[in-house]
């Protein structure tokens, strides 16, 4: 079998015939839309349509980890496609992905560029902004470490990486990033197609907003488990960039893991940041570190930093010996 959608759906039939219609026409005779009802009050099965190809599984409230793995398990395709029961695929999505997926083989997930709608009102403007950042990535392996860079319900994922890495797991911290980081830590890679694949619909109640799972602080546990378990394994000499509340966090994460912190760098120099001196980005040529962490948030800042690096210091690349962490 060629591709298996996964949609697993809570009280979604409001929205759910649209996104199996929308798979269904991406579908060919060798695929399979496999719909996980996870404790619904509201039928979904009564908007299902009528296709050989469409199969429902229910299960109880278990939640989104569970209704996935219980479609990944019953999946027969060597491919896995996402999406969201809110959600729409866009022509042209899974023959683009398939493309990507087939012609390098260490290649685990190939999301691609979304368009964002709400029912009511406009689309809030921090969700509107992520969509555009993640729509603007070329390099997903450089910015791995700022924000999830691929859209869940706009990934398609090869089964057997999947497989290898145990699938999806359920913990303190949001199950897709987690997974694109224990994906990319066994050597997979990750990328993106350079088109719109998938209509995603914002709304209030989204589990990105109401699931704890998905804080600020579940995000940089994971990417501090990322680094601990890669790049950062041995003690090493860890300069940070920034000497705010985000750059604290980090430089006292490091300290505690058994990391040196030479040096925290920051245009406000003079003072000092968990013991660590600050200095300016002028000292970057003479600093003795091993590897930098970005840990600025400022929008538009992050650009500025790239530039400092390039023209002070040209032989530090970023995904190599500097990642941005916010």
């Known amino acids: 079998m060629r591709v298996s959608w996964l949609i697993p759906v809570r009280d979604g039939r409001a929205w759910l015939g649209a996104a199996v219609e929308s798979a269904l026409l991406a579908c060919s005779v060798d695929d399979e ?15 299902m349509p009528s296709d050989d190809r469409v199969r429902l599984l229910r299960q109880e409230a278990l939640g989104i980890v569970a209704a996935l793995e219980r479609g990944r398990l019953a999946s ?9 029961a809110d959600d729409v695929s866009l022509p042209g999505r899974i023959d683009a992905q398939l493309a990507a997926l087939s012609t390098e083989p260490l290649l685990a997930a190939v999301g691609g560029r979304a368009e964002i709608c709400c029912d009511d009102g406009p689309v809030p403007e ?48 949001p199950e897709d990033y987690e997974l694109w980081l224990r994906l990319v830590a066994a050597g997979w890679r ?19 907003r109401t699931d704890p799972r998905y804080r600020r602080a579940a995000f940089e546990a994971v990417k501090q488990d990322w680094l601990a378990q890669t790049v950062l394994q041995t003690p090493q000499r860890v300069a940070v960039w920034g000497a705010g509340r985000t ?11 058994g990391h040196t912190v030479p040096a925290v760098i920051d245009v406000y120099q003079g003072r000092e940041r968990c013991g660590v ?22 929008r538009g800042v992050r650009a500025e930093i790239r530039a400092q690096l390039q023209a002070r210091v040209p032989d530090c690349r970023e995904g190599r010996d500097w990642w941005a962490v916010c």
């Open 277 to 298: 001196p600050v200095v300016p980005p002028e000292h970057l040529p003479d600093l003795d570190f091993d590897r930098l962490l970005v840990a600025v948030g400022v």
């Open 33 to 47: 839309i496999i719909v996980i009802d996870d404790g619904s009050k509201d039928d979904p099965g009564a908007v």
């Open 247 to 257: 750059g604290g966090r980090w430089v006292r994460w490091l300290q505690a893991s």
């Open 76 to 84: 027969r395709g060597e491919w896995l496609a996402r999406l969201d």
């Open 126 to 173: 921090g969700m509107f902004r992520y969509v555009e950042w993640v729509n603007a990535q070329a390099d997903l392996h450089r910015v791995l470490l700022v924000e999830s860079p691929l859209f869940h319900p706009a990934a398609t994922l090869r089964a057997s990486a999947v497989a290898a890495v145990g699938g999806y797991r359920d913990g303190d911290f």
């Open 190 to 208: 990750i990328g993106a197609v350079a088109a719109p694949v998938v209509r995603i619909r914002d709304r209030p109640d989204r589990l990105t």
